[in-house]
């Protein structure tokens, strides 16, 4: 079950040139407070799921996003109880206004066991250009 997770999260956020993301599909990951934490740049930038939903939506009906796909390199999981953390890490290939970009990165979840189902509480991540932040030399 925690192994999906990732998988799920990356097939709801990706998508082709005149597509669009599964929103309701990731929602369905988070718990209804959860939080993505994007960490790459000089300071986080927090958004709730409908916010970070919202602001993906609009980048797309802009175009500044014309497609994504992110898919996991390797993973491993830590559970204590009904509390667990999956370290993802990913190749992300993102089209926009500036041409396609591929990109490096982790992507932390912190879930908790809560109805039956294990829901993300957290999503934190930082990416680059280069592999260097991949441990597992993919």
């Known amino acids: 079950?925690?192994?999906?997770?990732?998988?799920?999260?990356?097939?709801?956020?990706?998508?082709?040139?005149?597509?669009?993301?599964?929103?309701?599909?990731?929602?369905?990951?988070?718990?209804?407070?959860?939080?993505?934490?994007?960490?790459?740049?000089?300071?986080?930038?927090?958004?709730?799921v409908p916010a970070y939903i919202s602001m993906i939506g609009s980048a797309i009906e802009?175009?500044?996003?014309?497609?994504?796909?992110?898919?996991?390199?390797?993973?491993?999981i830590q559970t204590y109880g009904k509390i667990a953390q999956i370290s993802s890490e990913y190749e992300l290939t993102f089209e926009g206004k500036q041409g396609i970009q591929t990109r490096y990165g982790v992507n932390l979840f912190q879930l908790i066991f809560h109805?039956?189902?294990?829901?993300?509480?957290?999503?934190?991540?930082?990416?680059r250009t280069d592999k260097s932040l991949l441990t597992r030399g993919v």
């Not at 990731?26 to 709730?48: H, R, W, Y």
């Not at 175009?63 to 993973?75: A, N």
């Open 62 to 76: 802009s175009g500044m996003i014309i497609s994504i796909k992110e898919r996991e390199l390797s993973s491993s």
């Open 115 to 127: 109805n039956d189902q294990w829901l993300i509480s957290s999503m934190c991540w930082d990416d």
């Open 1 to 48: 079950m925690l192994k999906e997770v990732p998988a799920k999260v990356y097939r709801g956020i990706s998508f082709e040139k005149d597509g669009s993301p599964d929103f309701d599909l990731l929602a369905s990951c988070f718990i209804e407070q959860g939080i993505f934490i994007n960490n790459k740049g000089d300071t986080p930038v927090i958004k709730t």
